[in-house]
């Protein structure tokens, strides 16, 4: 038995507006914000928005000294 899962475009549209929401006055992630549906996968590749939305839901479990910040990272630094 073969099984689809479907995202509905709104319900990206519902997390990536309350991620934003939530990351709006992180300075590390301005360039990022507002997430939309056609943008949040390419924002969210080099794992900075994760890792600051990790420390929103429970502080200090990244420190920012661990995470890899810039415009152009490799895929060793991303990952």
Do not use: W
Not at 13 to 29: K, Q
Not at 46 to 57: A, F, P, R
């Amino acid at each position: 038995m073969l099984a689809i899962h479907t995202v509905k475009e709104s319900e990206i549209n519902f997390i990536a507006d309350h991620i934003s929401n939530i990351l709006r006055n992180d300075s590390h992630v301005r360039s990022k914000i507002p997430l939309t549906y056609s943008n949040i996968v390419e924002s969210m590749k080099d794992g900075i928005v994760i890792c600051k939305l990790i420390n929103e839901v429970a502080p200090h479990t990244i420190p920012i000294e661990s995470i890899n910040l810039g415009e152009s990272l490799n895929v060793f630094q991303k990952t």
